[in-house]
T-cell receptor, first 112, second 110 residues
Framework: NAGVTQTPKFQVLKTGQSMTLQCAQDMNHEYMSWYRQDPGMGLRLIHYSVGAGITDQGEVPNGYNVSRSTTEDFPLRLLSAAPSQTSVYFC???????????FGEGSWLTVV | RKEVEQDPGPFNVPEGATVAFNCTYSNSASQSFFWYRQDCRKEPKLLMSVYSSGNEDGRFTAQLNRASQYISLLIRDSKLSDSATYLCVVTGGGADGLTFGKGTHLIIQP
């Protein structure tokens, strides 16, 4: 029972590089989202999707792109990495906002 | 006023004690409430939902006070393994209709 799978778990990037954080869920959830978590800031919503082909911005979308071509996958792209994007990133999925939210194990990203 | 507020702590509590903390929310239209637990360097996981009538699961009790707009979490007979950050989650508000509190850090001491 895989749940929500995120890769990579750890990544170091140089300023200006781009990369994609992968997220996949096998629970047939319509709702998926990406959060970043920084000390003292809590979880902040980056982008979310309520179904395949539908994405929308969260609280802190600048510098990130997402796409939702399938129900299972919701990759997060960093277009040109900046040190301010050093953070822990969590992907999440749910069958609805009133239901349990399942998180991936997190991706630790350092931008130098 | 922030949408969801929690005392960040840390709450330092001796093993076996009872500890309680609250989470206040600003959106009176919020319908669903949850407590999540997050261990250090791990992902958040659902601890329990909070129902209007209250909810008890073993040593954990969650309650909702709509009049004063807060939810509470009570932990009885605390264990070392209860050490974690407890996140309050409320529907309503936020870009996607879901708002997370920043969490309360609990440390159970032997």
């Amino acid at each position: 029972n895989a749940g929500v799978t995120q890769t990579p778990k750890f990544q170091v990037l140089k300023t200006g590089q781009s990369m994609t954080l992968q997220c996949a869920q096998d629970m047939n959830h319509e709702y998926m989202s990406w959060y970043r978590q920084d000390p003292g800031m809590g979880l902040r919503l980056i982008h979310y999707s309520v179904g395949a082909g539908i994405t929308d911005q969260g609280e802190v979308p600048n510098g990130y792109n997402v796409s939702r071509s399938t129900t299972e996958d919701f990759p997060l792209r960093l277009l040109s990495a900046a040190p301010s994007q050093t953070s822990v990133y969590f992907c999440a999925s749910s069958s609805g906002l009133r239901n349990t939210i399942y998180f991936g194990e997190g991706s630790w990203l350092t931008v130098v | 006023r922030k949408e969801v507020e929690q005392d960040p702590g840390p709450f330092n509590v001796p093993e076996g004690a009872t500890v309680a903390f609250n989470c206040t929310y600003s959106n009176s239209a919020s319908q669903s409430f949850f407590w999540y637990r997050q261990d250090c360097r791990k992902e958040p996981k659902l601890l329990m939902s909070v129902y209007s009538s209250g909810n008890e699961d073993g040593r954990f009790t969650a309650q909702l006070n709509r009049a004063s707009q807060y939810i509470s979490l009570l932990i009885r007979d605390s264990k070392l393994s209860d050490s974690a950050t407890y996140l309050c989650v409320v529907t309503g508000g936020g870009a996607d209709g879901l708002t997370f509190g920043k969490g309360t850090h609990l440390i159970i001491q032997p």
